[in-house]
């Protein structure tokens, strides 16, 4: 395994080429094991599939990546900065909740449920996160937001509410906020699981788009079509445990484990 590092640079508006690495995360939750003992490193520009049954540790792994969840042991650098710690004389050490926002600020995560701001226009949605940052001033923030929402297929939707729109353009709208903050990582947890399955491609569709973009992306979807066309590598996990990972060619078409083999029996 390679490991990319890239040195962050002072200009909060570059996007940074980015890797992540998960080094030997352990995650509890009621005294039993979520991630045992993950390790996963994404180089920079390259799209990870995360596969898996429910219950498996999949949205675990993706919150720990975020901050959002802090692992008992093991930890995760985006960047190559350590999330969540800092080097300190050889050792790591937490890092100030300050310096967890800035980190946070530099990945992109769109949710199964989109989580739009229900009382913000679509502009607005997409506006709001580079105003609050402090990192543009709002009319260029709105600039900005036009653009991703023309890129996304919403130009003509600025002015209407999440609740005015399908689910797929609410995703759409979801994936243009999460782009505002010019991120170097994005992580997907199951984009279109909450959609109706007409409106399944519309989102695919964008995400492909972003995929040969230069973005990493991590993405858990069950669209196995979709995995083997975008993913650079396909990962397994089960029971919290990376059991199978490598090229989709590989794990899709001749998965060498059981529960990987079990796994696409089900949803293919
Ligand atoms: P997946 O996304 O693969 O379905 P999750 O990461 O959501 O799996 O969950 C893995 C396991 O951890 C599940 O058994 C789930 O019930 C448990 N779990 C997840 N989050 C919490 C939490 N905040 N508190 C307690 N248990 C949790
Ligand atoms: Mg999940």
């Not at 800035?102 to 996160?129: E, K």
């Not at 399908?166 to 170097?184: E, K, N, T, W």
């Not at 990972?245 to 029996?265: C, I, K, M, N, Y």
């Amino acid at each position: 395994m390679t490991t990319n590092t890239t040195a962050a640079t002072t200009d909060t508006l570059t996007p940074r080429p980015a890797a992540i690495e998960v080094h030997d995360v352990h995650k509890w939750f009621g005294g039993r094991p979520v991630l045992d003992g993950v390790n996963l490193t994404v180089p920079p520009g390259t799209v990870t599939v995360v596969l898996g049954r429910s219950g498996s540790g999949k949205s675990t792994l993706l919150r720990v990546i975020n901050h959002l969840e802090k692992p008992e042991a093991g930890y995760v650098s985006v960047g190559g900065e350590p999330i969540g710690v800092r080097r300190h004389g050889g050792r790591l050490k937490e890092l100030s909740e300050r310096a967890i926002l800035a980190q946070r600020g530099r990945i992109g995560f769109v949710f199964q449920n989109f989580n739009l701001f229900p009382h913000l226009t679509v502009l607005d949605n997409v506006a709001a996160a580079p105003v609050a940052t402090g990192r543009l001033p709002r009319d260029e923030a709105e600039d900005l937001a036009r653009e991703l929402l023309e890129r996304v297929g919403l130009g003509d939707r600025t002015g209407a509410y999440p609740r005015q729109l399908s689910g797929g353009q609410q995703q759409r709208v979801a994936i243009a906020r999460a782009l505002a903050l010019r991120p170097g990582v994005i992580l997907f947890d199951e984009p279109t699981s909450a959609l109706d399955p007409e409106l399944v491609g519309e989102v695919l569709s964008v995400i492909k788009e972003l995929a040969t973009g230069g973005t990493t992306l991590v993405i858990v979807t069950h669209e196995i079509g979709f995995a083997r066309e975008v993913a650079d590598e396909v990962v397994f996990l089960h029971d919290g445990r990376v059991v199978e990972q490598g090229p989709p060619e590989l794990v899709l078409d001749r998965p060498a484990h059981p529960r990987t083999r079990e796994f696409l029996s089900k949803v293919l």
